[in-house]
Nanobody, 127 residues
Framework: QVQLVESGGGLVQAGGSLRLSCAAS????????MGWFRQAPGKEREFVAA????????RNIDSVKGRFTISRDNAKNTVYLQMNSLKPEDTAVYYC????????????????????WGQGTQVTVSS
């Protein structure tokens, strides 16, 4: 079993930055693809970003391209989401997820492919 704990959320003004961290315990995530998802009030959960096992391949939704960067440090068993130029529409609970059986070199964007999930961290962007 893998436990994922997100941190780094908070309240920030539009245009500001936050860096989310996802610390894994229980097992090493070095062979797992990792992803970030978010869910805003009244909306469905949506994919935000994902990173391959090696870190050589990443994917983002269009709305965060050029603003959000996913990265990983396997030595620390941690994944990060650097969020810059934040907008009010980025307000959501952000969840970290692990795909323990990645099927391709390109990380998946489907939530159903991820086996482990964190509890989430709230990000609120004020206008």
């Amino acid at each position: 079993q893998v436990q994922l704990v997100e941190s780094g959320g908070g309240l920030v003004q539009a245009g500001g930055s936050l860096r989310l961290s996802c610390a894994a315990s229980g097992r090493t995530i070095s062979s797992y693809a990792m992803g970030w998802f978010r869910q805003a009030p009244g909306k469905e959960r949506e994919f935000v970003a994902a990173i391959s096992v090696s870190g050589g391949s990443t994917r983002n939704i269009d709305s965060v391209k050029g603003r959000f960067t996913i990265s990983r440090d396997n030595a620390k068993n941690t994944v990060y989401l650097q969020m810059n130029s934040l907008k009010p529409e980025d307000t959501a609970v952000y969840y970290c997820a692990a795909d323990s059986f990645p099927r391709t070199l390109v990380p998946t964007t489907r939530g159903s492919d991820y086996d482990y999930w964190g509890q989430g961290t709230q990000v609120t962007v004020s206008s």
